[in-house]
């Protein structure tokens, strides 16, 4: 694999790795690095020390040492190097003469297997510095310091410069670095142990620390999750708006609040759209329905007198008449129709202060005029008012209706009440009959468009009741029925009033 395709793996491995690991992974690499540093600066300065307090010694040494005392000891009379009995195996000295190009050595001690080694050439580019040589085995080092006879014992309190003395070219003073090196060992195993321990201490607490830090974005990845499987309503746990974790929650949740808003207006929408198209598919349904039978009449009653010229004029007229009773039909299910229409569009109403005592009183009044066989009453505390702001043209059309079914769906002889009333601060109309009632399961469609339960064909389309509950909706009110068997029906709207002063209706 080339270089650019491992680097590129490497990436696309680190990417695909978990942000927790990322970060212990980091934080571990950070550690390691700091403590390798730390280890390997210690070392070499220690290092540096005990080698510079070393270099020091044995030029202590040299400096001190008187070399006319030794002459014995390089004859071989002695095997201890000279000065240092007190550490012997630790020193070694070597006394070099130089006779033209022949170079004679002597060490003291000459027996040691672990002698450094070195040459004059070694000597001579060190130029009086300390240097390391390692013994002929290889496995010991020593630490090596060569200084000419003239330099040796220049210290001492009895050095004269101008007596001659018998004095080595180059006296070397080697120290043996086995316990320095040893120590050396000691310590960086001392280190790595440390550093293992404090890595792998720091592992197992920051992974505990990495995860409880990123517990709250796994709260952000659960949130996302659960409103992806359709909890719109989920939110991120509010934290502190100081804190990274806090404003990040803040922004999420109000983007949350944004795109719940936004799906609830898009379900909305798609549910009235599809509750518009049902509604739309009954409306032409029923419509069709409704239209069929007036049309078809008047097909029927035309091609018949189409068909028949010397029919007698009596009987034409009444063929005529036919016709024109369905076309009155057609106009009054068409002026319905397009009545309930402008409601469905919710347009707003021209509103007004509108008294319904009195209203009530002028609905009753007039269709006293044309109905002879029900008896019509109206019930109002005397100088009451109830007011609610409405339109009053179409607040009238919902007694008209209420009070042409009442009349048109009750034998003669029935009683219809109206009753205004003001109770908990609502407007209250009552449309009643003492009639012979309705069955449950027909009381709970009477407000349904084209719905007729009486099986009789009256002239109406079944959409007064419909468009009472549009107009009654449209104000804001409520309209129920109560009815039953026997008891007869009553019908209540309810809308806000706007004047409560009105009195109990009187029973």
Same mark, same amino acid.
């Given at each position: 694999?080339?270089?650019?395709?491992?680097?590129e793996?490497l990436?696309?491995?680190?990417?695909?790795?978990?942000l927790r690991?990322r970060l212990?992974?980091?934080?571990?690499?950070?550690v390691a690095g700091?403590l390798?540093?730390?280890?390997v600066?210690t070392?070499?300065a220690?290092?540096?020390?005990?080698?510079g307090?070393?270099?020091e010694?044995?030029e202590?040494?040299?400096?001190t040492?008187?070399?006319?005392e030794y002459s014995?000891?390089?004859?071989?009379?002695d095997?201890e190097?000279?000065g240092?009995?007190?550490r012997?195996n630790q020193?070694?000295?070597?006394?070099?003469?130089?006779?033209?190009?022949d170079?004679?050595?002597f060490d003291?001690?000459d027996?040691?297997s672990?002698?450094?080694?070195?040459t004059?050439e070694d000597?001579?580019d060190n130029?009086?510095d300390?240097f390391?040589a390692?013994a002929?085995?290889?496995s010991?080092r020593w630490?090596?310091?060569?200084m000419?006879g003239?330099?040796v014992?220049?210290?001492?309190d009895?050095?004269?410069?101008?007596v001659?003395r018998?004095?080595?070219d180059?006296?070397?003073?080697?120290?043996k670095?086995?316990?320095f090196?040893?120590?050396v060992a000691?310590?960086?195993?001392?280190?790595?142990?440390i550093?293992?321990?404090?890595?792998?201490?720091?592992?197992?607490?920051?992974?505990g620390?990495v995860?409880?830090?990123?517990?709250p974005?796994r709260?952000?990845?659960n949130?996302?999750?659960?409103?992806?499987?359709?909890?719109?309503s989920?939110?991120v746990?509010?934290?502190?708006?100081g804190?990274?974790?806090?404003r990040?929650?803040?922004?999420?949740?109000?983007?949350?609040?944004?795109?719940?808003?936004?799906?609830?207006?898009r379900?909305?929408s798609e549910?009235?759209s599809?509750?518009s198209?049902?509604?739309?598919?009954?409306?032409?349904?029923?419509?069709?329905?409704?239209?069929r039978?007036?049309l078809t009449?008047?097909?029927g009653?035309a091609?018949?007198v189409r068909?028949?010229?010397d029919?007698?004029?009596?009987?034409?007229q009444?063929?005529i008449?036919?016709?024109e009773e +369905?076309?009155?039909r057609m106009?009054l299910?068409?002026g319905?129709?397009?009545h309930? /229409?402008r409601? !469905?569009q *919710?347009r707003p &109403?021209e509103?007004?202060?509108?008294d319904?005592v009195?209203l009530g009183?002028e609905a009753v009044?007039?269709h006293a005029v044309?109905?002879?066989?029900?008896r019509?009453e109206?019930?109002?505390?005397?100088?009451?008012?109830?007011?609610v702001v409405a339109?009053r043209?179409?607040?009238r059309?919902?007694?008209?209706?209420l009070?042409?079914? +009442?009349v048109?769906?009750?034998?003669?002889?029935?009683?219809?009440?109206?009753?205004? /009333?003001?109770? !908990?601060? *609502?407007?209250? &109309?009552?449309?009643?009959d003492?009639g012979p009632?309705?069955?449950?399961?027909?009381?709970?469609?009477?407000?349904?468009?084209f719905?007729?339960s009486?099986?009789v064909?009256h002239?109406g389309t079944g959409?007064?009741?419909?468009?009472v509950?549009?107009?009654v909706?449209?104000h804001?009110?409520?309209?129920e029925?109560?009815?039953a068997p026997g008891?007869g029906t009553?019908?209540t709207?309810r809308l806000?009033a706007?004047?409560t /002063?009105g009195a109990?209706?009187?029973?």
């Open positions: 694999m080339s270089a650019p395709h491992f680097v793996a990436r696309e491995r680190w990417d695909r790795t978990p690991v212990t992974a980091a934080v571990l690499a950070l700091s390798l540093v730390i280890s600066s070392i070499l220690l290092h540096s020390y005990f080698l307090t070393i270099d010694e044995l202590t040494y040299l400096h040492w008187d070399p006319t014995e000891q390089v004859e071989g009379e095997d190097a000279p240092v009995s007190a012997p020193y070694f000295i070597s006394f070099i003469y130089l006779n033209g190009d170079v004679s050595r003291r001690p027996n040691r672990d002698a450094p080694q070195f004059l000597i001579e130029g009086g300390a390391t390692l002929a085995d290889g010991t630490r090596v310091l060569a000419p003239s330099e014992g220049t210290e001492l009895e050095y004269d410069p101008d001659e018998d004095i080595a180059y006296y070397v003073l080697s120290y670095l086995y316990h090196d040893k120590t000691g310590l960086v195993w001392v280190d790595i142990l550093g293992v321990g404090v890595l792998a201490g720091l592992a197992a607490l920051g992974v620390l995860r409880a830090s990123l517990a974005l709260q952000i990845e949130t996302a999750a659960m409103i992806a499987a359709g909890n719109y989920r939110r746990p509010r934290r502190d708006p804190t990274e974790v806090g990040v929650g803040m922004a999420i949740n109000s983007m949350l609040g944004k795109i719940e808003s936004s799906i609830r207006a379900e909305y549910e009235r599809h509750y198209e049902q509604r739309m598919r009954e409306f032409i349904t029923d419509a069709s329905h409704e239209l039978t007036p009449s008047v097909r009653y091609e018949l068909a028949n010229p029919m007698p004029e009596a009987e034409r009444h063929y008449g036919q016709i +369905a076309a009155k106009g299910l068409v319905d129709l397009l309930l /229409a409601l !469905d *919710e &109403v509103t007004e202060p509108v319904l009195l009183h009044s007039a044309v109905t002879e066989d029900h019509l109206f019930r109002a505390s005397p100088g009451a008012s109830v007011v339109d043209a179409r607040i059309q919902v007694l008209d209706n009070l042409t079914n +009442a048109r769906h009750t034998p003669a002889g029935t009683t219809v009440t109206v009753e205004v /009333a003001a109770e !908990d601060g *609502e407007a209250v &109309v009552r449309v009643s003492d009632g309705m069955e449950p399961e027909v009381a709970d469609r009477v407000f349904e468009r719905f007729r009486d099986g064909a002239l959409l007064g009741l419909a468009i509950s549009a107009i909706k449209g804001g009110g409520t309209v029925v109560h009815s008891e009553a019908f709207v806000e706007e004047d /002063a109990q209706p009187d029973h």
